[in-house]
């Protein structure tokens, strides 16, 4: 398809104005199924955002070679954890695909090819948030993989081609943590609402500061992360869809912080919202 035709498909859409752009601290996947701050946060945020066309949906746990969309109808739900209670493995969450938006997608990426993919469907880092924004699950979705091989200026590149769908109704949403070391989680105090680490503080203001002031040298050079920053981002799975989001921003947007604690110590659940 090319992308004329992409974006006429797109306009003939029922759409909102354009669409604010999010990325979400996700945390445990027992989110998904538990009530507490952060869940309440991420209810209350999907009732005050326009309706949607769809969701594109950037997760720290769709990591591949090459980059690829769900182009299928009907994506699977994908339990993709292990250890936790079977309540959590029996949740589905049946959102329908969007062959439309995956096209439209594949065709505004034009610094790689991209895949079609009709096998992955909707990961946790996808579902468990969006389950409590929009739980009559009646939004489309589409998820897009992250090239774990590619720099972090190709992350902004991506999310810069696609800031296009927003002004069709697509909201943009990367979904991983700003802070994210499960290997040196304080067990000892994961139930201290707030606890963090010193260095899971100076990483997580750092990261905010550099938001604000679109710092995007700093934000994309993980090498040249300092030693605070480099705890905080050990590999960096968790932190790529926030630089997606980013991408699809605008210069005059300013970053707007939720869910803003840290849990275990090493792990923060903040939140952006641009637009």
Same mark, same amino acid.
């Given at each position: 398809?090319?992308?004329?035709?992409?974006?006429?498909?797109?306009?003939?859409?029922?759409?909102?104005?354009?669409?604010?752009?999010?990325?979400?601290?996700?945390?445990?996947?027992?989110?998904?199924?538990?009530?507490?701050?952060?869940?309440?946060?991420?209810?209350? *945020? $999907? &009732?005050?955002?326009? #309706?949607?066309?769809?969701?594109?949906?950037?997760?720290? @746990?769709?990591?591949?070679? /090459?980059? +690829?969309?769900?182009?299928?109808?009907?994506?699977?739900?994908?339990?993709?954890?292990?250890?936790?209670?079977?309540?959590?493995?029996?949740?589905?969450?049946?959102?329908?695909?969007?062959?439309?938006?995956?096209?439209?997608?594949?065709?505004?990426?034009?610094?790689?090819?991209?895949?079609?993919?009709?096998?992955?469907?909707?990961?946790?880092?996808?579902?468990?948030?969006?389950?409590?924004?929009?739980?009559?699950?009646?939004?489309?979705?589409?998820?897009?993989?992250?090239?774990?091989?590619?720099?972090?200026?190709?992350?902004?590149?991506?999310?810069?081609?696609?800031?296009?769908?927003?002004?069709?109704?697509?909201?943009? *949403? $990367? &979904?991983?943590?700003? #802070?994210?070391?499960?290997?040196?989680?304080?067990?000892? @105090?994961?139930?201290?609402? /707030?606890? +963090?680490?010193?260095?899971?503080?100076?990483?997580?203001?750092?990261?905010?500061?550099?938001?604000?002031?679109?710092?995007?040298?700093?934000?994309?050079?993980?090498?040249?992360?300092?030693?605070?920053?480099?705890?905080?981002?050990?590999?960096?799975?968790?932190?790529?869809?926030?630089?997606?989001?980013?991408?699809?921003?605008?210069?005059?947007?300013?970053?707007?912080?939720?869910?803003?604690?840290?849990?275990?110590?090493?792990?923060?659940?903040?939140?952006?919202?641009?637009?």
């Amino acid at each position: 398809m090319s992308l004329d035709a992409t974006l006429t498909s797109l306009a003939s859409l029922p759409k909102s104005d354009r669409m604010p752009v999010l990325f979400m601290g996700h945390g445990s996947p027992m989110n998904a199924i538990e009530t507490n701050v952060w869940t309440d946060e991420w209810r209350q *945020l $999907g &009732s005050e955002l326009p #309706v949607p066309t769809a969701v594109l949906c950037i997760s720290a @746990h769709w990591l591949t070679r /090459g980059t +690829a969309v769900t182009s299928m109808l009907h994506p699977r739900t994908i339990h993709d954890f292990q250890g936790f209670p079977r309540e959590l493995f029996s949740i589905e969450y049946p959102a329908p695909g969007a062959p439309d938006i995956a096209d439209a997608t594949r065709s505004l990426i034009s610094t790689t090819s991209v895949h079609a993919d009709h096998d992955w469907g909707l990961d946790h880092g996808a579902w468990s948030v969006l389950r409590h924004m929009f739980p009559d699950a009646s939004i489309p979705v589409v998820q897009a993989s992250i090239d774990y091989h590619q720099p972090g200026s190709y992350h902004v590149a991506i999310g810069h081609q696609l800031r296009t769908l927003r002004d069709h109704g697509v909201l943009i *949403l $990367g &979904s991983g943590n700003l #802070v994210h070391n499960l290997g040196m989680i304080a067990w000892d @105090h994961i139930a201290d609402p /707030g606890y +963090a680490y010193p260095w899971a503080e100076e990483a997580n203001s750092m990261f905010k500061a550099q938001l604000v002031s679109r710092d995007i040298d700093r934000l994309t050079n993980v090498a040249d992360f300092n030693a605070a920053q480099k705890l905080a981002v050990p590999t960096p799975d968790h932190y790529w869809p926030m630089l997606y989001a980013l991408g699809a921003t605008k210069a005059d947007e300013e970053p707007q912080f939720f869910t803003d604690s840290a849990v275990g110590g090493s792990l923060t659940m903040t939140s952006v919202r641009w637009g």
